[in-house]
């Protein structure tokens, strides 16, 4: 196929600008020509996004047609072969021209079973994530799963899926591989096979696959051309590329290489290798910075074997506490025991405190792990403020009595109580959202809460319950809105048990400052972002990150990557291309260059 270039489209006359384009959307090429209203365009990604927008604005109709379009997966258009080109192409490599009877079976049944559901085909970009090809297991457990999603999900998530396979085809006309996207996917997969538990990904704090992971990253920034690369006290990896002159100072980036139990393959790691793509760039074209580049793969960021969240990130910020070290694993292991097996030099940590005078702040990449960029197809957001947080553990005490013998009126039902605080956090949070000038115009909330646990201790089928343990986790981009959401909920705990006659206990367990991003550092992310030519669309961090912790002593801000599935984190199925790796590389230059 001979290739075209991003100048041709941008110059020549609307009609062979479009012509160029024909194919990109399944026997829906409108979608393109109308894009080119929008010329001239940045950048690739720009002309994606452009497409995305035509498509957004058209209405639900034409988006049905657009879906209503496409061939089923290994249907009778692939059985006739009378897809189109590229169609053919994308089936074939996904091994869909090569089922088995048994195979061919059972997706011909779930395309009936899905068309009876939803009544428009099951669209899937079967080149997934890195645009070599999902295999036939994949494909069938994906399509599976969506199944049970909800139609108006659904139909989103084909209208996603049929931008990301315009994406590839777009890249295969301009002859374009997102090349340094497709090796830190790679470093990902390499990371990934290190894990504590068979068939899942889970790797917690100093366990042999958590020095597996160490070691890895150890030996790849090595590789990078780091110019020191260390393992300290804690189990911290830690890389720096040297300024151009002496005396200057550093900028700290990265992120953590732990996972919760069978997490996903993204989460913090794409924060360390992002970088370390950079530097290797860097030290490739011998190129030095006016500052010294420090990346740090942190050990612990999950608190997942021990009690001991941020303990990377936090030994940093002198935030490491001697107490952790008599922890004990489910195993009984001590910290301390588990951080001498290790070889690590305990009796080193408090050195591990930074000068914050000698840093010019802390930039983090993480992948979104939440639905909004996923939501708007927009690959990177600017995060502004990482949400304050407060959590609760509490117990509702009633009165356990019969089922069948206690009438309505007489009960004193703890589970019920719980379940009426879960609501008004539901609805007040809500409210609050509406009310706030954060979110009044965008998908992110400004503050959310959960009841994560509910727990009728000894409950049975026919008692009434008499007990109800529960937690509460309060957050919000600002203290103030996280403590009057906190203000609210617990004044309406304390009426809902007077009002049903009964008592409670509450501990708190955890409180964290908000952490607004710096102004300085966040605009160098925002300028990165539009040199790339995709949107600048800003976001509060739901999740706590380790730039938290560096946030107490030294400036911060960081860039989230769009996550795939509607952004699932914490989970097997988190996933992000190739292509927004290589946007947040990209981003990730820019800002070295002009810090
Ligand atoms: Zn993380």
Redesign the pocket.
């Known amino acids: 196929m001979s290739t075209i270039t991003l100048n041709q489209i941008n110059t020549l006359p609307r009609a062979e600008s479009a012509a160029l384009l024909t194919g990109l959307y399944e026997h829906s090429d409108w979608i393109a020509e109308q894009a080119l209203d929008a010329r001239p365009f940045a950048s690739a990604a720009a002309l994606k996004h452009a497409m995305v927008k035509v498509l957004a604005k058209a209405g639900r109709a034409p988006q049905l047609a657009l879906v209503r379009a496409h061939p089923e997966l290994a249907g009778k258009a692939m059985v006739s072969k009378s897809l189109t080109a590229e169609s053919t192409h994308e089936q074939t490599k996904a091994g869909l021209t090569n089922c088995t009877p048994e195979e061919f079976a059972h997706i011909q049944q779930l395309n009936a079973s899905y068309n009876t559901k939803f009544g428009f085909p099951f669209i899937l970009a079967v080149r997934g994530p890195r645009g070599t090809g999902l295999n036939k297991q994949q494909i069938i457990s994906t399509f599976e799963r969506r199944l049970h999603n909800h139609p108006d999900y659904e139909l989103a998530e084909c209208l996603r899926n049929i931008h990301r396979i315009v994406e590839i085809r777009l890249n295969d006309k301009l002859g374009y591989e997102p090349a340094l996207g497709h090796e830190v996917w790679d470093w990902h997969e390499w990371l990934a096979q290190f894990s504590d538990a068979h068939e899942e990904l889970t790797v917690t704090y100093l366990t042999d696959a958590h020095l597996k992971c160490a070691r890895t990253i150890e030996l790849g920034m090595k590789a990078c051309g780091f110019d020191e690369v260390r393992i300290d006290a804690v189990g911290n990896v830690v890389g720096i590329y040297k300024a151009a002159s002496h005396n200057a100072k550093t900028l700290m980036t990265g ?2 290489y732990d996972t919760v139990r069978n997490g996903g393959k993204y ?2 790691r794409l924060g360390i290798f992002v970088p370390m793509a950079c530097v290797r760039e860097l030290a490739r074209a011998g190129k030095r910075l006016p500052f010294n580049l420090e990346v740090v793969a942190f050990a612990e ?1 999950e608190g997942q074997r021990y009690k001991a969240t941020f303990l990377g990130s936090g030994a940093l910020v002198g935030d490491f506490k001697n107490e952790w070290l008599d922890q004990k694993d489910a195993d009984g292991i001590t910290m301390r025991q588990a951080m001498k097996q290790a070889g690590l030099k305990i009796e080193d940590t408090p050195k591990l405190t930074r000068n914050a005078a000698e840093y010019l702040g802390f930039v983090e990449v ?1 992948i979104e792990q939440g639905p909004v960029l996923n939501e708007l197809d927009i690959p990177l957001g600017v995060v502004t403020s990482i949400n304050g947080s407060v959590r609760f553990v509490g117990e509702i005490v009633g009165m356990a009595s019969h089922a069948g013998t206690t009438p309505m009126d007489r009960r004193r039902d703890a589970a019920t109580a719980v379940s009426e605080l879960a609501l008004y956090v539901e609805k007040r949070a809500a409210a609050l959202n509406a009310g706030s000038a954060d979110t009044a115009k965008s998908p992110t909330s400004a503050c959310v809460g959960t009841i994560g646990m509910l727990t009728v201790p000894n409950g049975s089928i026919n008692v009434v319950p008499g007990r109800c343990q529960f937690s509460l986790d309060l957050r919000a981009t600002t203290n103030d809105l996280r403590d009057s959401l906190m203000h609210d909920v617990l004044a309406e705990l304390k009426a809902i048990c007077e009002r049903r006659g009964l008592h409670y206990t509450l501990e708190e367990t955890m409180r964290a400052s908000a952490a607004p991003s710096d102004a300085k550092l966040q605009a160098l992310w925002e300028h990165a972002v539009q040199s790339l030519g995709v949107p600048v669309f800003h976001l509060p961090s739901g999740a706590g ?1 380790d730039a938290m912790k560096l946030h107490e002593v030294m400036p911060q801000a960081m860039l989230f990557v769009r996550g795939q599935n509607a952004g699932i984190s914490h989970n097997p199925l988190e996933s992000t291309t190739s292509d927004d790796m290589q946007l947040a590389i990209d981003a990730f230059m820019h800002v070295l260059h002009n810090l």
């Open positions: 992120s953590h989460d913090g960021e993480h990150h």
